[in-house]
C-alpha cells in the first residue's frame, strides 16, 4: 500500500489534490482511499490530506504515520507544519518551489517544480491566486504514481478549465530531482582533494 | 492582551472609536471576514463590562480551539437553537445592568433554527442585546442557505439561485415590538457602534440585525467585502433604519440611497453567487426593491 | 470478509470514486422517494447539498422541504410518512438529539423514515469527529440502526434500509450510522447498483395500512390511555423482532441481485481465534488490517464486525458461543456516564442471559475523532482486565 500526503492551506485545493490522485488511481484499475484531516475550515490555515492507494481493498482510515510521498503545495508549511512526520529514507518530497532545499528537509528524497510559476504564465488563477494541485499532481504523475492519462481524466471530471490540464502537463515536465547538500558537498570535497593531489604532484 | 481603559464619555464621542480590543488578533476568521469586523466594533462599543454568548456559527469557530479564545470578555458559546435562551438565563444571573449581555449569532441560528428562542425572549423582555450578523447563509457549515439568503443567490443547498424571498427578520422582530431594533451593516461602522450604544443604554431585549459580506460565500474577493457592503445600501437592498416605539428612524446612508438608489444589477454584478440570475429575475428583483423603497419612503416621509 | 462481489455484475461505467455522504446521496435517489426534509449539520452537509443537486438536476418528482431545524426535519418527515409516501433524512449528533423526542415518536408512530446519521461527538466543546456516542443515546427509541464501515457499505445499507423499515411486518424506523469525516468525507470506490432492478425487484412501493386516507378516516396519535399503550408498545416489540429475519432476507436477495454480501456480525478470521476483537464502524476496517497483522505475528487473532445494532444480533451469542476464544476484547467508539462502553454492556447482558461465560474486556477508543491506527489495535487487543480507556 502507498500513502501520500498533502500538506496546503485551506483554499489551495490540497483536499481536492488528494480526492484527484485518488480517483486517477481508481481509473488505473487501483483501490484507493482519499480524506483529508478536518480542522477548522477556514482559508489560509494548514491542512492535511491523504491518499492511500493499493491493489487490494484499502481499510485504513488511522491517519497517515508512514508516507511514501509527501506533496507541499505551499513551502512556507514546512515552517509552520510537520511536514516530515513518519518519513524515512525512502520517502520521496515534492515541494513546490524554485529548486531550493528547505533546511527541514537536509537529508529527505526531494523534488521540486515551480508550480506557482506554471499557473500564473498560463493565468490558471482561483480567487486571485494560482492553482497549485493541479501541476502538483502533474509532476506527481511523473514520479510513477499514477498514469499521466488517468490523471487527467480525474483533473477533467473534477474541473472544467482546461488549463488545469495544462498546467499538470507542463508540471509534468518540469519536475527536477533537488540534490543534496551534503552530496554535493562530499563530491566537491572528493573534486578538492584530486586538485590538492594533482598540486602536490606538480609541486 | 490589551485592554485599555477608556472613559464612558470618549466611548460615546462622534467618530471617537474606542482603542481597546475585546476581540483579539490571531483569530482564525477567514481573510476579509465582516462579521468578525462587524463584532470587533459591537465589543468596542459596550466596552470591557460585558458578557457575550456567541451561537453556532463563523464566530464561535473564529474563537479559535482550546485553550485559547480570542475573546477578551466572558464568553459563553451556544447550542444553535437557544442563543436567546441562554442569554434570558445569564441576564437572570447576572442582575447589574452595569453589565451589558450581548447575544451573538449569525442568520442561520437567528432566523430559522433561533427564531423561536428569540421570539420568546423578547416576548419576556429579557435585558440583553441581541445581534445577527448576516452573511446570507450558513456560513460556518460551508454556505448553505438560511432563510436569509436573498432571492438569486448560489448556495450549496441551492445550486441553482433560491427561488424564495429573504426572510426579513428585522420585520418580524419589528412586528414584537421591542423596546430598540436596528439594522446595521459591516461597512459603516460608526453607525454600528452608535446603533450599539443606543441599545445598551436602553432596557429590555433589543435587536440589531447587521449585514455581513462574506468573501468565500458571496464570491468576492476579499478586498471587495467592504464595498460591496456599502452597494447593498446603495443600491437598496438592504436598509439601514432605527425602530424605537414602532417608529422608524432612516440612517443617513439610506435615507441618501432611497433618494437616489443605484440599480440592483450593480451591487449583483461584483458577486459570483448572483451569476445564475437572469435578466428577468433581476428585473423581478428591482421591482421588489422599488417596493420597499415606496414603503420606506412613505413610512418615514423621504 | 464482508464484502463478496460477483465478477461481472457491475460494468466500469457502474462504478465512481465518491465520499460517504455521496453514495448516500445517491442510494436514496435510487430508492425515489416522495419527500425528503433535511437540515445541514457538518459531517453530514454533502448529503443536503448531493440531494439538492441531484433533484434540481433530474427533473425529480421528490419534493426537498429546506427545513430550518432538525426538529422540524424529522417532524416534516413524519407529517409526509403519515400520508404513506416515502421519506428521508439526514443528520448528525446535535441535529439528532435536537429531534431526538421526534425521534422517538417516529418509531413509535410506526413509520418506515430512512435517515442517515453521521456519528458525531456531542458538546458542550464543539468536537465534530467520528464518535457513536449519538446514535446510541437513542439506542432505545426503538429505531433499527446499523452501522457501516465503508462507502460501499453505506450504500447498500441505505438500499437495505428501505427495504427492511417498509416490511409491513417490521414497519419501524431505520438509522443507517457512518462515521463523521472517516465515512462522510473519504472518497473511496463505489459499484452503483441498475437503479430499474432496484426499484423493480429489490424495493416494493409503500404500502402502509395505517397512513391517512379517505377510504377509512382515522386520526393518528390520539391520547392513549394506560389501558392500551403497553399493548402499542408490545406490538412495535413485535416488529422489531420480525426485523431480524427481514434484515436476513433483505441481504440474501441482495447477494443475489446484486452480488455483494453482509449480515449482522460479519466474522473475519475468526475461525480458530485465541482472542477476538469487536467494534462497529470504520474501527471494524482498521481492524482487519491489525488482525492481519497480528496473525503474521504468530498471535491468533480474529474481528467481529457490529453491523446490525438494533435488533441486537442474536448471532453475536451464537459466534461467541462457538468460539475458541477466551477473551473478548470490545472496543466501544462511546461511553455511557455511569455505566460503560454500550457495546461492551450489551454483549455482557446478552451472554449472561444465554448463560455463555467469557472474558469481556471494555475498551473506550476513539472518541470524538481519537486516532485509532492498526497498530494501536494491536496493542489493544492485549489489554486485560475490566475497562480501559485509550490515551488515558
Known sequence: MIEVRFHSRGGQGGATAAKILGMAAFLDGKYSASLAVYGAERRGAAVVAGTRISDSEVRRYSNLKSPDYVVILDPVLVEIADVTEGADAKTIFLINNRGERPAALEDFILYSVDATTISLDLGLKVAGTPVLNTPMLGALAKLGLVKQNSLKKAIRQTYSEPKNIKAADLAHERVVRVQNRRFILEESEEFAEEVYETIEEAV | MVVAETKKQDRLSKNRINKAEYLLKGNSSCPGCTAMLAIRHILKAAGPDTFALVGACCAVVCEGVYPNTCMAIPTLDTAFACTAAMASGVRAAVRDRGINVIAIAGDGGTVDIGVQALSGAIERNDDFLYVCYDNEAYGNTGMQRSGSTPFGAVTTTTPFGKREDKKDIAAIIGAHNPPYMATACASYPIDLQRKVERALSIEGTKFIHVLAPCPPGWRISTDKAIEVGKLAVKSCSFFLYEMEERKIRMSKPSINAIKKPIPVREYYRVQGRFARMSDEEIEISQQKIDANIAYFREVCDL | MSIATQEGVTGQDHRVFVTGCEAVARAVMTAKPS???????????????????????????CQFIAVESEHSALSACIGASSCGVRTFTATSSHGLLYMAEMVHWAAIARLPIVMANANRALGSGWNIWADHLDALSLRDAG??????????????????AFRVAENEGVMLPAMVNLDGFLLTHINQPLNLVDDDLYISEFLDDLKMEHALNFDSPHTLGTLIAPTDNYRVQHDRK?????????????????????????????????????????????????????????????????????RQFRPFPDEIIDILERSPADTIVVVDRNYSGGCGGILAQEIKARLYSADVKREIVSVIAGLGGQDISAEDLVEIVKIRGGEYWWGI
Open chain 3, 35 to 61: 419527500v425528503i426534509a433535511s437540515y445541514p449539520i457538518t459531517p453530514q452537509t454533502e448529503i443536503v447539498e448531493k440531494l439538492s443537486l441531484f433533484i434540481g438536476e433530474n427533473g425529480s418528482e
Open chain 3, 238 to 306: 413485535v416488529g422489531m423482532e420480525r426485523a431480524k429475519t427481514v434484515i436476513r432476507e433483505a441481504e440474501e436477495e441482495f447477494l443475489r441481485l446484486f452480488g455483494r454480501a453482509y449480515s449482522p456480525v460479519p466474522e473475519y478470521r475468526t475461525d480458530d481465534a485465541e482472542v477476538l476483537l469487536v467494534a462497529m464502524g470504520t474501527l471494524a476496517k482498521e481492524a482487519e488490517e491489525a488482525v492481519d497483522i497480528m496473525r503474521f505475528r504468530g498471535i491468533k487473532a480474529g474481528l467481529l464486525q457490529v
Open chain 3, 143 to 160: 429505531w433499527i440502526q446499523f452501522f457501516a464501515s465503508s462507502v460501499q457499505e453505506v450504500y447498500d445499507t441505505i438500499l437495505i
